[in-house]
Nanobody, 123 residues
Framework: QVQLVESGGGLVQAGGSLRLSCAAS????????MGWFRQAPGKEREFVAT????????DYADSVKGRFTISRDNAKNTVYLQMNSLKPEDTAVYYC????????????????WGQGTQVTVSS
């Protein structure tokens, strides 16, 4: 079993940056692909980014391409989401999650989830 803890959220002005971190427990972290999702009030949880177990393959939602970067450090059991040029529509609770399916963007194919971290972007 894998436990995930997100951090790094907060309040930022439009155009600003934040870096989210997701610390994972468990010896098998490096075997899993990881993903970031977000959920705004009244909306469904949506895919943001995913990264393969080695870090060699990544994918992004169209809405964040060119602004967000996902990365991982397997030695630290941590995955990151660097968010630049933030917009008010990026406001949401951000979750990291674990999957055995490399490259998947489907919520139901992620097995373990963190508790989420709030990101609020003011205009």
């Amino acid at each position: 079993q894998v436990q995930l803890v997100e951090s790094g959220g907060g309040l930022v002005q439009a155009g600003g940056s934040l870096r989210l971190s997701c610390a994972a427990s468990g010896r098998t972290f490096s075997r899993y692909a990881m993903g970031w999702f977000r959920q705004a009030p009244g909306k469904e949880r949506e895919f943001v980014a995913t990264i393969s177990w080695s870090g060699g393959s990544t994918d992004y939602a169209d809405s964040v391409k060119g602004r967000f970067t996902i990365s991982r450090d397997n030695a630290k059991n941590t995955v990151y989401l660097q968010m630049n040029s933030l917009k008010p529509e990026d406001t949401a609770v951000y979750y990291c999650a674990v999957t055995s399916w490399v490259g998947t963007t489907r919520v139901d194919e992620y097995n373990y989830w963190g508790q989420g971290t709030q990101v609020t972007v003011s205009s």
